[in-house]
């Protein structure tokens, strides 16, 4: 049978990358305005384009442009491919991510052009999850086009075609570009067809080419469309002609196609893009997760106490969270000016999810029961001030975000004497010293009990600044400051080296010791000059520096509640502080760092070595997790690490973080990569004199937590302590009413502690029905109770290992469940 | 994952009807209206929407009844099993009609008035066994015709002493080789833990016979002497249905019958060779209820489902009851080595009396490159290497049979298996349709059978690994039923598996003492979410327990949403779907 290649007109645009989004706007523009104008010429000639923002920058600056492009995609000569709002990077944003990127685009798509996108196609992206065949599939997509890693990188995966398969059973049709996506002039398009030609032959199958001047917009020009015309009349044994993703991949599934099958991730190719430019981390997991938790605030609000659904303004604050996970962006190699732009559109989405989230706390917590006989009698200011009250004790609402329960310290800005819960039962708190310098110097932390989507309800009693206060209840928290330093509250017990400031020692309560060396959370410093900024080529950050120089070492809080021990550490320049927090009932390790990082050219990591054999680690991935040899290749993650291994039994440490996406892990030693200070977009290392900046310079502040544990990795409480860590429960001082609401309610509940529930909103049509969206995270198929009663909903549901599932909640309380989609396409 | 899983007694759930002015229910039902339950703080999904419920009552045991527009919930929290704190009862399994006035109580039963009538619902402790037991006895009683097990209509609906004597089904021959399939394994537990002579062995025995001889008569009731194997056969005083090729044997030929089918394949009144003779041993299954040779009309046109269920009977005889029946086990070998034999002479294929190959059974590899046998070809290419290895096993002779596996082996027949899950997702992305869309059910049970044997048999590792990993293609559609009959076999061929025991024990401990087909449709749940897939096919979020989803063949989808397989009440079908489940499982040391 003749084979074909398939001519791919594409452009690559990047919207952002060494030049600001502005001008990348005008990129898009010009580029539309080009495909149509070439389309207009060539009536063979077919134009594909991703990315629902760029369509939507020409539907608002250039009407007729697009109203142009809409006929043409109706006409199939132009074809719309990712539903996604852009082309993400891959491996970073989380699995609500890319169900929010797959929700606002494919219903822009449906909205504007009778039809959404059937192929992924992130051509550009340097890596991809192994659960992308399931986002892909559920963000209404059959099939897929990736290019890196390239057949140099990773020689493993199948090329070009092959059946890539994710753990829930999700599979797609996948092709990966052998020969790059921008081919353009008569000489690198001949190598191409030739190059092609001979892949056909190979692999059997239709192949595709792609072809048109990219990266900086600009699209098939004139003369390549004329000289591949003139090679398409040429006789062959491969045919050539114009095409699409879409119509290559259906000719492939209707004519019968076998392809190898790969059930991993595909991955490295630009390692040093997930520790590039903490800023841009940061601020992407600070948004995705304040947003998720705020609308499902204010879907409870809306619900309960007729407040207005905010979906449109969370789908505006959300779609600029979608554009920042652009890869150029969230990889950090863009330059210095972009992330000004970056850090102003996540501090608008924030700035949406804070007023909704405040505004549903303030909502909930106005309506609860919090008389008390008399309070209102008070008259002088020092009586009414809301947490000088001497005669009664002052309200606070913990709301958790989580669809589990939690018990965790939490803090408010003001010391206590006592705190009660709501059934006056003594709790345990700590005065500890605030941010401030004005007003009282202490602020209270307190354990809280507050149950999935719910709050609890709490009472602190004032005292003033000095007062040496503590709980009259026991506590197993204690410290010692002797030859080393020692805390510990029952579960761990934690030594800390005075010589070196590391971690000794860390023991559970049955006596397993976790510490496997010398330099446990040892500031350690690496040489970042050979990689350029995606590090391209290089897949280890390995040559050390040194260790930090431990600059002081003290125990600074010792209370009832926790411990604190500072350490401060510095390096050339540099300085980095971290408090270790051990908390009553914890059984991991809190760390505040600070750092001001001015090394250019270093890497910044703090190792968790630990002793034993058989290591393996474990990281998660959006929506799931993946195990990977201990071979110190630098590895992209999300909120949690984890490394196994045998010594006289299974142990291991999980380690948490609040904002960081690249770990490590040599052998026995797992490592976070917490500071990487490039160049800005140095690209392959090109380094003119000149005063650069640099990604990481200046003031770094980011949190980690070290979770040790017997057995192997517990994937479910992993994913747990991860959301917790980053979607803390949030305590609110309140007034004195009559409420109708009683002092503790949970909104939700789920009755596998492998189910988490990470979207509570309204569905984007309007209709007032609701949408629930959960994962499994453990890795195996399990049953699942969801019980809503604001939703009038309880149900049941099946769940392969690691799927995703979205529920949409009728206003009767009946369910369907559907996509990502929301069923609107279905529904239309 | 802890084996053997022990199946502790369940409550199983027995409506008896009444019309509206019935005697025998208590006066209050008609005359004292029930209070609506508070379930305004119970922590389960209910069935119903709450506000539905409009009338409940409390039965001894503490449970709390209540009715709604869509049937009656029981719930009881003190339930041991979590399963059983919620349980729905609808049209029509257990009620008339779902629209529910009135419920009362009486001892640990309710009666319930609905808008068409009055039942009485109890709730029976029973063991796993006594489940076995009850719908063992309601198969031979009603189902059976001349040995053959598949299933029986009913003259009234819902009245099972209405059966009628007659009629057929397309599957007699698969249907009833997977009942004798759960006999001799039954046989081969009793046997072990009483003894080949106790009685309950012998009963055992005398079933699983019977339908192996009903099944093996079969193979030559056609009397063509070529291995061909029929679909099924009637007698001279049995209707004659408009559905598939029917050949009527007359002085040792066999004339093409008019129907539908035939018609358009222009072979009414073909005839062709019937002169072989019929064992004897197998005629008497005819022979004794006073029919002749020229009294038999013979199904033909018979598919591959037939071929490999009823390769399964014969393999797991050899196996398991070789020595019990001599005679018998002759007769299964020679019927075996018969088949293989026709199909290996009609190159992959069984050819039906127009030389032609049958709709169904093409295991040739030119059909695998056609559009249809191209997804085909994951499954079939595995019937075929089963069958191979299966009269082999049986045999202890190679020659011709490994010739052929070598054969086909070369051909690639083994690494098709492993590429069902991609090719299928393949078809089903050419026609939009997702993977779940455009499933075959019966496959379920054809892999199942393939790969079971295959896994079983295969001494050479690398082979069996392929197969290994060719089985477990087929789980991601497969596993979510949690049905034994599919996943026992899959865990004796594959060890080391995991499954989960307790959603898979549910199969047992819920399903209902009766085979009489009904209707459930699970619109209106309130507890199930209604899936949606791309072409619009809808299936429940999870499979609901047995007694409280539709009941047919157990080759339909179990997550149906709207009941489209149940034509109702009007027939009975075999207790295979737990019998054969029930008694693996015992035999393997899965369950206890």
């Known amino acids: 049978m003749k084979r074909n290649i398939h001519l791919i007109g594409n452009a690559h645009l990047d919207p952002i990358w060494l030049w600001r989004w502005q001008e990348g706007c005008g990129e898009v523009l010009q580029t539309f305005r080009s495909a149509v104008d070439r389309l207009n010429e060539y009536d063979d000639f077919i134009f594909t384009c991703s990315s629902a923002a760029y369509y939507k920058w020409v539907e608002d600056t250039d009407p007729a442009l697009f109203a142009q492009i809409k006929e043409l995609v109706k006409a199939g000569r132009w074809v719309p491919v990712n539903g996604w709002w852009i082309q993400p990077d891959c491996n970073m944003p989380s699995g609500e991510s890319f169900a929010r990127q797959a929700l606002y685009s494919q219903l822009y798509y449906y909205e504007k052009f009778g039809r959404i996108c059937k192929t992924g196609y992130n051509v550009d992206s340097f890596g991809h999850s192994r659960m992308l065949p399931q986002l892909i599939r559920k963000s209404g997509m059959k099939y897929y086009v990736m290019m890196r890693p390239d057949l140099t990188e990773n020689p493993s995966v199948p090329s070009p075609l092959f059946w890539w398969h994710s753990p829930d059973g999700s599979n797609v049709l996948t092709y990966r570009i052998p ?49 591949l015309i003139s090679l398409k009349e040429k006789d062959g044994d491969t045919g050539i002609k114009f095409s699409s993703p879409d119509e290559y991949f259906e000719t492939l599934v209707r004519s019968g196609i076998d392809a190898p099958v790969w059930e991993d991730d595909l991955q490295h190719h630009a390692s040093g893009c997930y520790s590039a430019t903490s800023l841009v981390k940061g601020l992407n997991r600070k948004a995705e997760a304040w947003l998720q938790s705020a609308e499902k605030w204010n879907t409870v609000v809306s619900k309960l106490f007729d407040r207005p659904a905010r979906t449109a303004e969370f789908a505006d604050a959300w779609r600029k969270v979608c554009f920042n996970q652009f890869h150029d962006i969230l990889c950090g190699c863009s330059i210095m000016e972009a992330y000004d732009d970056v850090r102003d559109s996540e501090g608008y989405a924030m700035t949406v999810a804070a007023e909704a989230e405040n505004n549903a706390f303030l909502t909930i917590a106005g309506r609860i029961d919090t008389w008390l006989d008399g309070v209102s009698d008070t008259v002088t200011c020092r009586e009414r001030h809301h947490f000088h009250n001497e005669k009664y004790p002052r309200p606070v609402v913990v709301f958790n975000h989580n669809s589990f329960d939690a018990e965790v310290p939490v803090r408010t800005y003001h010391p206590s004497s006592k705190v009660v819960n709501s059934k006056n039962e003594e709790v345990l708190f700590q005065n500890v010293r605030s941010s401030r ?140 502080t971290q408090d270790f927090i051990l908390s009553a009932g914890m059984d991991y390790i809190r760390v505040k760092a600070k750092a001001i990082w001015q090394e250019p050219l270093t890497i910044l990591k703090i190792p968790f070595p630990v002793k034993g054999t058989d290591c393996i680690s474990t990281y998660e991935v959006p929506a799931g ?69 640099y990604c990481d310079e200046g003031v770094q502040r980011f949190e980690y937590a070290v979770c040790p544990h017997t057995g192997d990795v517990d994937v479910c409480r992993a994913v747990r302590l991860g959301e917790l860590f980053l979607n803390r429960p949030v305590a609110v001082p309140c007034g004195y009413q009559k409420g109708s609401l009683p002092p503790g309610m949970s909104f939700i509940t789920v009755d596998v502690p492998d189910v988490l529930v990470t979207a509570v909103k309204f569905c984007e049509d309007g209709s007032g029905d609701a949408v629930i969206r959960a994962r499994e995270t453990s890795g195996k198929a399990v049953r699942a109770m969801i019980k809503c009663d604001m939703l009038e909903a309880a149900f049941y549901s099946d769940y392969y290992p690691l799927e995703i599932k979205t529920f949409r909640v009728d206003k009767d309380g009946y369910v369907t469940e559907t996509d990502f989609l929301e069923d609107i396409p279905a529904n239309a | 994952m802890k084996l053997p899983y022990i199946l502790s007694p369940h409550l199983s759930r027995k409506s008896t009807f009444f019309p509206l002015d019935c005697k025998e229910a208590p006066e209050a039902l008609f005359t ?94 029973l063991t796993a066994e006594e489940r076995a037991d009850i719908l063992l006895e309601e198969t031979l009683r009603i189902v059976d015709r001349r040995g053959m097990v598949s299933q029986k209509h009913l003259a009234e609906r819902g009245d099972l002493d209405s059966f009628l004597p007659h009629g057929h089904s397309d599957n007699d021959g698969g249907f009833t080789a997977v009942f004798a399939s759960g006999e001799i394994f039954r046989y081969a537990v009793l046997k072990k833990e009483k003894g080949a002579d106790h009685p309950d062995t012998l009963s055992a025995k005398e079933v699983a016979v019977r339908a192996v001889e009903a099944v093996l008569l079969l193979m030559y009731i056609h009397g063509r002497g070529d291995g061909f194997v029929a679909r099924t056969y009637l007698c001279a005083d ?140 994951c499954l079939n290419s595995a019937q075929m290497l089963m069958y191979l290895n299966a009269v082999m096993d049986m045999t202890g002779e190679e020659g011709r049979w490994q010739e052929t596996k070598d054969y086909l082996l070369s051909l690639g027949y083994a690494d098709l298996g492993p590429k069902h899950f991609d090719r299928h997702t393949a078809v089903c992305d050419a026609g939009d349709e997702d993977f779940i869309e455009n499933i075959m059910y019966g496959d379920h049970m054809l892999a199942t059978a393939a790969f079971y044997i295959l896994c079983r048999t295969e001494k050479d590792e690398n082979l069996l690994s392929t197969y290994r990993k060719a089985f477990s293609t087929w789980r991601f559609s497969i596993a979510r039923e949690f049905n034994p009959t599919y996943d026992f076999p899959y865990l004796a061929a594959c060890p080391g598996e995991e499954l989960d025991m307790e959603r898979i024990a549910v199969y047992f401990e819920r399903s209902n003492i009766s085979r009489l087909a009904s209707e459930v449709s699970l619109v209106g749940r309130h507890d199930v979410p209604v899936k949606k897939y791309r072409a619009g096919y809808k299936e429940s979020g999870y499979v609901l327990p047995p007694d409280e989803r539709f009941i ?23 207790c295979y779907y737990y019998t054969l489940a029930y008694w693996m499982g015992r035999f393997y040391g899965f369950i206890e």
């Open chain 1, 179 to 227: 020969n790059g996506y921008a081919r353009d002039g008569v000489k690198s398009i001949d190598e191409a067809v030739e190059f092609m030609e001979d892949t056909a032959l190979k692999c059997g199958s239709d192949v595709m080419l792609f072809y048109g001047v990219g990266n900086h917009g600009g699209g098939p020009t004139k003369g390549d469309i004329e000289h």
């Open chain 2, 32 to 125: 004292t209206h029930a209070a609506a339950p508070d379930f305004k703080d119970f922590p389960l999904p209910l069935p119903s929407k709450k506000s539905d419920y409009t009338c409940s009552t409390v039965t001894d045991d503490g449970a709390v009844w209540t009715g709604a527009s869509n049937g009656v919930t029981r719930a009881c929290l003190s339930e041991k099993n979590k399963l059983d704190r919620v349980m729905f009862f609808s049209f029509e399994r257990d009620l008339p009609d779902n629209d529910v006035r009135n419920i009362c109580s009486d001892g640990n039963s309710v009666w319930v008035l609905t808008a068409k009538g009055v039942t009485h619902i109890e709730l029976i402790m």
């Open chain 2, 238 to 377: 049995e209707p004659v249905p408009d559905d598939g090729l029917f050949f009527r044997k007359q002085g040792g030929r066999a004339t093409c019958l008019e129907t539908s089918d035939s018609k358009a394949r222009g072979i009414v009144g073909l005839t062709v060779d019937a002169s072989s003779p019929v064992p004897e041993r197998l005629a008497k299954l005819y022979k004794d209820l006073g029919y002749t040779d020229d009294d038999i009309i013979y199904k033909a046109d018979t598919s591959s489902d037939e071929i490999t269920l009823e390769f399964v009977m014969m393999w797991l005889w050899c196996r398991l009851m070789r020595d019990a029946d001599p005679e018998l086990t002759s007769l299964v070998i020679e019927s075996a080595k018969n088949i293989v034999n026709h199909i290996i002479d009609n190159r992959f294929r069984l050819t039906d009396a127009t030389g032609e190959s049958t709709t169904w059974a093409r295991w040739y590899p030119e059909y695998f490159v056609t559009e249809d046998g191209w997804d085909d070809a």
């Open chain 1, 437 to 576: 310098s004005n007003d009282s110097h202490k602020d209270t932390v307190f354990i809280a009990k507050v149950p999935a989507l719910g709050y609890s309800l709490y009472w602190l009693y004032w005292c003033t600044d000095d007062s040496a206060d503590e709980p009259t209840i026991d506590s197993d928290v204690f410290a010692s400051d002797g030859g080393e330093i020692t805390i510990g509250n029952g579960k761990l017990t934690v030594k800390f080296s005075k010589s070196n400031g590391a971690v000794s020692s860390i023991k559970s309560a049955d006596g397993r010791e976790f510490s496997g060396a010398d330099n446990f959370c040892l500031p350690t410093v690496y040489n970042n000059e050979k990689p350029d900024t995606w590090a391209h080529g290089i897949f280890k950050f390995d040559e050390k520096l040194g260790d930090m120089n431990l600059k002081s070492i003290e125990l600074v809080e010792s209370g009832k509640l926790r411990s604190v021990v500072r350490t401060k550490h510095t390096y050339g320049n540099s300085i980095i």
């Open chain 2, 552 to 574: 047919s063949k157990v080759d339909r989808n179990p997550l149906q949403y709207k009941n489209e397989d149940s034509s109702g009440a009007m027939c009975v079908e075999s």
């Open chain 1, 625 to 693: 997790f993946i195990k990977r040899p201990c071979n110190g290749e630098e590895e992209p993650a999300l909120k949690w690490a984890d490394i196994s291994l045998d010594d006289n039994g299974r142990y291991g440490v999980t380690v948490l973080t609040d904002s960081k996406y690249s770990y490590s892990c040599p052998e026995n030693e797992l490592r976070l990569t917490a500071i990487r200070n490039s160049i800005f977009a140095d690209h392959y290392s090109n380094r003119p004199p000149a005063d650069f900046n």
